[in-house]
């Protein structure tokens, strides 16, 4: 099933576009070559000789030297809706999605009321049928209005159209919680998705513990908050033979702890955030909670190359950017008074190609599987540029510069931890189950940025 | 100098033009009459977020013996208490378009935020646990008076390193001038990693006989509660400074307020190689030194007549 068929977006016509002489990429397809890429009534037509595909009743979009990639697939988004639409709403969140590439989305379901029953679920669903430009999956908390105590009606939730299950922003604290989750799990399916965190050891931290929380006299997070939690859920899943993913990992501990889970068959899987893979908790000398404030926190030069390391042998499946608006009085007072969280949809491929890939650190081809590696994880088809696929197609130009925010934000708000940095490669046409999602204002119709 | 925001920020040229600064304002404390007119028609902006009494009340002080006006405004009964914003309440404060702003904070990097701000000069009067650099300059000058150079001294910082901005801006400043620092406490009230400062760590008291300097800290007592000592008792037996540890050749040092019989004994307190009447004067002609640097030494001019009659803009309203 498709990505559009699966979730929830828009609907409306399907494209008919050619995408022409453009270099398309889809490592997991085979796809590595200068192309037509023929887009008719929404799927990939085809992929023919550049110069070659028949324009009647189709835009024509000049892309010589142009990169078309599977749009990419972000399981961890927060939407705000409903409760804090003063941060973001599906209308500017997946704005800020198609603008960054994505096709997809997975919003978290720490809103106010939170995702607990089908009914939330049935409205949201509802809600992006009309509002999305890009493919939408809920989900629903694990526990009651989050309270860590009793289950949700986990299996009403996945006949209303629940995508999988996460109690994310807070942890789940109590063993025997995620274990019947993880007992129900066979009943309903659904994977349960899981903010590693051991309050009893981040306590009031508000930044990675080490030299530089002591030298600024923040309350540190140790890594080994996140990397206990995840050993033990790791645990309670292969007794229970549940199936887990982890969120945002940011520690090497994590990564080792993941990797061990794997190698023992635990069916577990994880991503990293595009912060967590270029930033480290040097920014925070700077005490600036706009852009280097999240939770989990920005870590050690060591962690991020072993969360480099994790994404390049796999332990990584994905690329997820923990998407987390904020409202400007919500980040402008001192860092530890702020709130938690950065957006990343509109920057994510850009800083990774940026930070990552021209100094040659990852591969474009890894890059791009891991951008859309979200979706395996939650039981969802990836997008694919293989013909006969639905179009789901990222736009890039690998050589523009711009600087992040000087044109404003798709997204309400505007606490990027890019804000103000000159990145290389920038999306300028996003096409979302079928649908014309994104165009870069400075390109349109056979103009070149 | 354009603020005060940190130690970390100074050059040990600048911390010795404020050191020296403040020496020749010793003598004005010494006269009848111990006001100058340096600052006269500045305007001098205090606001404390969090309780004070010695860092607030040496503050406002050197601003009067300065001439300068003098809006000092607390925590209580303000609209601080009212909910506004740190933000809001910097731009309603800026209306009076004052030279500096002094700020305690219980939140670090509050009054970095405030410079970005305003256009006032901004001093760090204390920002949660990260800075409070007034009072290593006051302890710098405290030192010099007796000691001259720091240069190769061995201080030893001793007690809750974990919660003290006096521990960080004083480790940056002895170090900034030379001397070797130690920093010691029980394992729980010593951050992780402090050694990437540059310092010595140690757990126990041993080896304090090499210290030329003995810098104790407050000891709180709500840190038992959080199980970080499990009890005053048991701290005091490992790291309290008495004169029997204490020897008569080195020098004991303390920011205030002491927890007499905790982190000090009352006869190292009173004890001759004590200086913590000492600082307590410094820390008046030092914040004079301060002001007159950051405000009358830089050659900011003085408001024009008939500038500062422009209405403040209100709240909510855009500037």
């Not at chain 1, 889809?26 to 799927?43: N, Y």
């Not at chain 2, 409070?132 to 190769?152: C, I, K, V, Y």
């Not at chain 2, 001294?153 to 801006?169: F, M, N, Q, T, Y």
């Not at chain 2, 004083?170 to 310092?199: D, H, S």
């Amino acid at each position: 099933m498709s990505l559009a068929a699966a979730l929830d977006m828009r609907s409306g016509e399907g494209a008919d576009l050619i995408l022409r002489g453009a270099r398309a990429l889809d490592p997991v397809a085979g796809i590595d070559g200068t192309h037509d890429v023929v887009i008719r009534a929404g799927r990939i037509a085809e992929l023919a000789s550049p110069g070659t595909a028949d324009a009647a009743d189709a835009e024509e979009v000049d892309a010589a030297g142009l990169h078309a990639f599977p749009a990419f697939f972000d399981p961890h988004v927060h939407l705000r809706t409903p409760g804090h639409e003063h941060k973001e709403d599906i209308e500017t969140g997946t704005r800020a999605a198609a603008a960054g590439g994505y096709c997809g989305v997975l919003a978290m379901a720490n809103t106010d009321p939170p995702v607990s029953t089908p009914a939330d679920i049935e409205a949201l669903r509802e809600a992006a049928r009309e509002q999305a430009s890009v493919s939408v999956g809920f989900l629903a908390t694990v526990t009651r209005g989050m309270e860590g105590e009793e289950l949700t009606e986990m299996a009403a939730l996945r006949d209303a159209g629940a995508l999988g299950f996460s109690d994310d922003g807070l942890p789940l604290r109590s063993a025997r919680v995620l274990r019947r989750a993880l007992q129900y799990q066979h009943l309903c399916g659904g994977t349960i998705a899981l903010h590693e965190e051991d309050p009893e050891l981040s306590g009031a931290g508000v930044m990675h513990e080490g030299p530089v929380s002591a030298a600024l006299g923040l309350a540190g997070i140790p890594s080994v908050s996140e990397s206990t939690m995840i050993a033990r859920d790791a645990a309670l899943a292969d007794y229970e033979d549940g199936r887990i993913h982890v969120q945002h990992l940011s520690a090497a501990e994590s990564v080792d702890a993941v990797r061990s889970a794997k190698a023992a068959g635990v069916a577990i899987s994880c991503e990293a955030s595009p912060h967590h893979l270029c930033l480290t908790d040097e920014e925070v000398r700077s005490l600036d909670p706009q852009r280097f404030k999240m939770n989990p926190p920005l870590r050690s030069e060591t962690d991020r190359q072993a969360l480099i390391e994790g994404l390049r042998d796999g332990t990584i499946e994905c690329i997820a950017t923990d998407h987390a608006p904020h409202a400007a009085e919500e980040k402008e007072v001192p860092f530890e008074q702020a709130a938690m969280g950065v957006t990343g949809l509109e920057t994510a491929f850009a800083a990774i190609h940026t930070d990552l890939v021209l100094p040659g650190v990852l591969d474009l081809d890894l890059v791009v599987e891991r951008m859309a590696g979200g979706a395996a994880p939650f039981g969802l088809e990836r997008p694919s540029l293989a013909p006969g696929s639905e179009a789901n197609v990222a736009l890039c130009d690998l050589g523009a510069q711009w600087t992040v925010g000087e044109e404003g934000y798709e997204s309400r708000s505007d606490n990027s931890w890019c804000a103000g940095r000159e990145l290389t490669g920038r999306v300028l046409m996003t096409v979302a189950g079928g649908q014309v999602a994104y165009r870069l204002r400075s390109f349109s119709l056979g103009v070149a940025p | 100098m354009r603020h005060l925001l940190g130690i970390d920020q100074l050059s040990r040229e600048e911390i010795e033009a404020i050191l020296d600064r403040a020496e020749s304002f010793a003598e004005v404390g010494r006269r009848d009459i111990k006001k100058v007119p340096t600052l006269r028609g500045r305007t001098v902006v205090s606001l404390f977020y969090e309780a004070s009494t010695r860092t607030s009340s040496s503050f406002e002080l050197a601003a009067k013996r300065l001439s300068a006006d003098l809006v000092s405004i607390k925590a209580g009964g303000s609209a601080v208490d009212k909910g506004e914003s740190l933000k809001d309440t910097v731009a309603t404060l800026s209306a009076y378009d004052p030279s500096a702003i002094v700020i305690r904070h219980p939140y670090a990097g509050a009054a970095q935020m405030v410079a970005g701000w305003a256009e006032a000069a901004v001093i760090n009067a204390g920002d949660g646990k990260h800075e409070h650099p007034s009072q290593a300059l006051l302890d710098l000058f405290t030192l010099r008076r007796r000691l001259g150079s720091l240069e190769g001294k061995r201080i030893w910082i001793v007690g809750d390193v974990l919660h003290s901005r006096v521990a960080r801006s004083n480790l940056a400043a002895f170090q900034v001038m030379g001397a070797g620092v130690t920093v010691c406490g029980p394992p729980t009230l010593i951050p992780r990693g402090i050694e990437a400062l540059g310092c010595e760590v140690s757990h126990s008291l041993d080896g304090l006989e090499g210290a030329d300097v003995v810098y104790a800290l407050r000891m709180q007592k709500e840190r038992m509660t959080e199980s970080f000592v499990p009890s005053l008792r048991e701290y005091a037996a490992h790291f309290q400074i008495d004169t029997r540890r204490l020897g008569p050749r080195q020098l004991l040092m303390h920011p205030g307020p002491v927890n007499r019989g905790v982190e000090l004994s009352g006869e190292a307190v009173d004890s001759p190689q004590s200086l913590i009447t000492e600082q307590v004067a410094a820390g008046l002609i030092v914040r004079m030194a301060i002001l007159y640097e950051l405000i009358a030494a830089r050659g900011r001019p003085a408001p024009a007549e008939g500038e500062g009659a422009e209405q403040p803009t209100p709240i909510g309203q855009p500037a």
